[in-house]
């Protein structure tokens, strides 16, 4: 099959979203289809303007250029590229899914999308996005023959709207559990590392409040690109030393640092599905996160600790009940045979079989 896959940001931008992408997209080349990935020409978070095309694995890789908000940008669509695919895979609730509205008629293959949290990441343009909800979105969905819902959280929020229920279904994110081990083991030791945007959705002002609350004598690691100004603010409170900014480094750093940590801690107000949370599992670390949905559905299937990021104390409680545990010393081990369900392989097949099965099979 030849197969192309749409995204706002990829490579090389980093992402929770954009690595879902390449892991989907090796896995797929791999097992010998034709992937690419068309995306936006600009990064966001500094408004790099990027060359039209490039490849990254072996996986031709286009840029269109783009007006309006990153939220919602607008794009031509090239319908001649688009049908030179066998499959046409959108990747988040926008501009994109809503062009095939009208567009989609035009379209000879298949068409299919992945949720990713819709858009529901901020209260930002809440009015507008409940429109969008409840009278743009359904109208999208019934254009795409297959949803993939890569949350319990999206699969019910796109349940209540999707006008085929039988085009809706749950395939939650594959996770690359070696992501983060390290080439060579390390003493773990009490610190805590957050791995992910410097968002304001993220709220690492409160998990930065909650960790000197607690005054462990141990460090908090913050790992990730600054997204809208989130890093500044927090190095412009002259905080301790015991909380280290790392910014974005580089996988095998990453990897070198969690060896060395216990907790992976969390207080994100939206995640779509968790996948960070999932990574450092997977590397053997003790998940403290904020209870949200997507957070709650993994700590209950397999371990770590939920609180309220928001409430000031919140943390100590959790850490002093993880130090108490009998389990202390051997629960990282017993989270990452738990999380084995999460391998990409067996993800891939499913998402290659529903494009098998509707190939054939025009929208309506």
């Given at each position: 099959m030849r197969?192309?896959h749409?995204?706002?940001q990829f490579h090389?931008?980093?992402g929770?979203?954009?690595?879902?992408v390449?892991q989907?997209?090796?896995?797929?080349k791999a097992?010998?289809?034709?992937?690419?990935v068309?995306?936006?020409?600009r990064?966001?978070?500094?408004?790099?303007?990027l060359?039209a095309?490039d490849?990254?694995?072996g996986?031709?890789i286009t840029?269109?250029p783009?007006?309006?908000?990153?939220?919602?940008?607008?794009?031509k669509?090239d319908?001649?590229t688009v049908?030179r695919?066998?499959?046409?895979?959108?990747h988040?609730?926008d501009?994109m899914?809503?062009?095939?509205?009208?567009?989609?008629?035009?379209?000879r293959?298949s068409?299919?999308?992945?949720?990713?949290g819709?858009?529901?990441?901020t209260?930002k343009f809440a009015?507008i996005?409940q429109l969008?909800?409840?009278?743009?979105?359904?109208?999208?969905?019934?254009k795409?023959?297959k949803?993939?819902?890569c949350?319990?959280?999206?699969?019910?929020l796109?349940g209540?709207?999707?006008?085929?229920?039988?085009?809706?279904m749950?395939?939650?994110?594959?996770?690359?559990?070696?992501?983060f081990?390290?080439?060579?083991?390390?003493e773990?030791t009490?610190d805590?590392?957050y791995?992910?945007?410097?968002?304001?959705?993220?709220?690492?002002d409160a998990?930065?409040?909650r960790?000197?609350e607690?005054?462990?004598?141990a460090?908090?690691?913050?790992?990730?690109r600054?997204?809208?100004?989130?890093?500044?603010?927090l190095r412009a409170?002259?905080l301790p030393d015991?909380?280290?900014?790392?910014g974005a480094?580089d996988?095998?750093a990453?990897?070198?640092?969690v060896a060395?940590?216990?907790?992976?801690?969390?207080?994100?107000s939206f995640?779509g599905?968790?996948?960070?949370?999932?990574?450092?599992?997977?590397?053997?670390l003790?998940?403290?996160l904020?209870?949200?949905?997507p957070f709650?559905a993994?700590?209950?299937?397999?371990?770590?600790y939920?609180?309220?990021?928001?409430?000031?104390?919140s943390?100590?409680?959790?850490?002093?009940?993880?130090?108490?545990?009998?389990?202390?010393?051997t629960l990282g081990e017993t989270?990452q045979?738990?999380?084995?369900g999460?391998?990409?392989?067996e993800?891939?097949?499913?998402?290659?079989?529903?494009?098998?099965?509707?190939?054939a099979?025009?929208a309506s």
């Open positions: 197969i192309l749409y995204v706002r090389p931008s980093v929770g979203i954009q690595d879902v390449l989907i997209a090796r896995r797929q097992a010998g289809h034709h992937v690419e068309m995306t936006l020409d990064i966001f978070a500094d408004n790099e303007k060359p095309t490849e990254v694995d996986i031709p840029r269109v783009f007006r309006g908000i990153r939220q919602y940008p607008l794009l669509l319908l001649d049908n695919f066998d499959v046409f895979h959108i988040c609730v501009s899914l809503d062009k095939m509205i009208y567009l989609r008629h035009r379209i293959g068409v299919f999308l992945t949720t990713h819709l858009y529901f990441h209260e009015r996005k969008f909800y409840r009278f743009i979105t359904p109208r999208a969905l019934a795409v023959d949803v993939f819902a949350s319990r959280n999206d699969h019910e796109i209540r709207i999707i006008p085929d229920p039988d085009r809706l749950l395939v939650e994110n594959g996770v690359a559990l070696d992501k081990l390290p080439a060579a083991p390390a773990r009490e805590m590392v791995i992910g945007r410097m968002a304001s959705h993220k709220n690492v998990l930065v409040d960790f000197l607690a005054d462990t004598g460090r908090l690691h913050l790992v990730g600054d997204f809208d100004g989130t890093l500044d603010r409170r002259n015991s909380v280290v900014f790392h480094i996988t095998d990453i990897a070198d640092l060395r940590c216990r907790y992976f801690v969390s207080a994100s995640e599905f968790g996948l960070s949370a999932v990574e450092a599992m997977g590397a053997g003790i998940p403290i904020n209870d949200i949905p709650r993994l700590v209950e299937g397999h371990g770590g939920l609180i309220d990021f928001t409430r000031p104390g943390l100590t409680p959790a850490l002093e009940a993880a130090r108490r545990s009998p389990e202390h010393d989270l045979r738990s999380v084995r999460y391998s990409w392989d993800k891939v097949k499913a998402i290659l079989a529903q494009y098998q099965q509707s190939r099979r025009p």
